[in-house]
């Protein structure tokens, strides 16, 4: 063999063995991570609005916007808000209707399709609407568990949790049956992922508990001696 050969020859035989020692190497499958969100500090403010018919503390990091849909469309539905978190990509829809008042409601036609409909609101029918629009999520909700709540300033209320990729985890609805009924239900502007979701989520949920637990009516009829 030539001595110029020598080095090209040693470079084969290098990369051979370099080659030999990655196929016989063993391979490790990397587990899914996510970006590591940087959650706020805790701290909360209160929303208290002339002529609002309630009233909650919200966290400062999340911005009170009233819907569009609702306000410059419906004006039978002016106490209509959205709490956006920016930064953890969340929104939680927070409707309000008067007991006895009147809303518009779909109504399912003859032919399948839904019309417009002015109704009043019932309180049995409210609750049953709530009960409807979480099952909803049943075709993709892994579990959707309600649960009863009373708060110290006499709200009472039914939460709903919602398992699995369900477009809303989180729902619930308080009335005091006879005057007021407020809905409240958590949205991400992503597609659904229980598991790339569930810390932002269970960040939430105490931003969520401390809006239930400091809300109050601010029309709430004093009973007669």
């Not at 308080?174 to 269970?202: E, I, Q, W």
Request: charged residues 20%.
């Amino acid at each position: 063999m030539k001595k110029q050969t020598l080095p090209f020859f040693y470079f084969l035989l290098f990369t051979f063995c370099v080659l030999l020692s990655a196929c016989n190497s063993t391979y490790t499958s990397k587990k899914t991570g996510y970006y590591k969100i940087d959650f706020p500090e805790r701290k909360y403010t209160v929303f208290q609005k002339e002529g609002f018919p309630y009233t909650f503390e919200y966290p400062v990091y999340a911005q009170v916007v009233k819907d569009s849909t609702y306000f410059d469309k419906d004006l039978q539905n002016p106490y209509w808000i959205n709490l956006d978190f920016p930064q953890l990509g969340g929104r939680i829809f927070l409707s309000y209707k008067a007991i006895g008042g009147k809303s518009t409601y779909k109504v399912k036609q003859a032919d399948g399709s839904y019309k417009d409909s002015l109704g009043t609101n019932v309180f049995d029918l409210m609750v049953n609407d709530a009960f409807k629009l979480t099952s909803k999520n049943e075709s993709v909700a892994s579990s959707i568990k309600d649960s009863l709540f009373h708060t110290q300033n006499g709200i009472t209320g039914v939460f709903f949790r919602v398992g699995g990729n369900a477009a809303t985890a989180k729902q619930f609805f308080m009335s005091d049956t006879t005057k007021n009924f407020f809905r409240g239900a958590l949205y991400f502007d992503v597609t659904p992922n229980a598991d790339s979701l569930r810390p932002v989520v269970d960040f939430l949920q105490k931003d969520i508990d401390h809006l239930i637990n400091t809300f109050k009516w601010t029309n709430k009829q004093i009973p007669a001696k």
